[in-house]
């Protein structure tokens, strides 16, 4: 079973990155000890979206917390409290299109679309990376992942 994850955002103008994470909250945000950072509670097995602007340049990735090998390879990430499976990574004009299809699916199911399972954003990551980014498909992939869900279901019970 996945654990919540917790996103630290820096809070001081003096840090090396911002943050903006977005994601299945569990919890209102909350600054730490020392208000240097406002953290995030995630709920577990959830995507969570990190969109990092550094100096030089921007990153955003769809992730979830790391469970075991199975999931390939443990990331860690500026701000985070565990080690992440990374599920997509994106640079340059591909950070808007994760941007565009994020706000659509916040914009139709609210922050319950994160809960989609990660197979769901793998295949989002793929309409994604091939730029081809538009609502009705987006909207098209959720309705075929939980169609696939319920048929799941509907056999274990």
Not at 89 to 111: F, N, P, Q, S, T
Request: with cysteine; proline share 4%; aromatic share 12%.
């Amino acid at each position: 079973m996945r654990h919540n994850l917790t996103v630290r955002v820096p809070q001081e103008a003096e840090s090396s990155y911002s943050l903006f994470a977005q994601g299945l909250k569990i919890a209102p945000p909350k600054k730490d000890d020392d208000g240097r950072f406002l953290e995030f509670k995630f709920l577990g097995g959830t995507a969570v979206a990190l969109f990092y602007t550094f100096a030089e340049f921007r990153r955003a990735y769809i992730v979830t917390e790391w469970e075991s090998e199975a999931d390939g390879e443990r990331v860690f990430l500026p701000g985070t409290d565990a080690p992440l499976c990374l599920v997509f990574k994106a640079k340059g004009r591909k950070i808007d299109d994760m941007k565009r299809a994020l706000c659509w699916l916040v914009e139709c199911y609210e922050h319950e679309a994160f809960s989609l399972p990660l197979l769901f954003w793998q295949r989002l990551s793929v309409l994604i990376q091939g730029g081809k980014v538009k609502k009705s498909g987006i909207l098209l992939l959720v309705k075929k992942c939980l169609e696939e869900k319920n048929e799941r279901d509907e056999r274990a019970s």
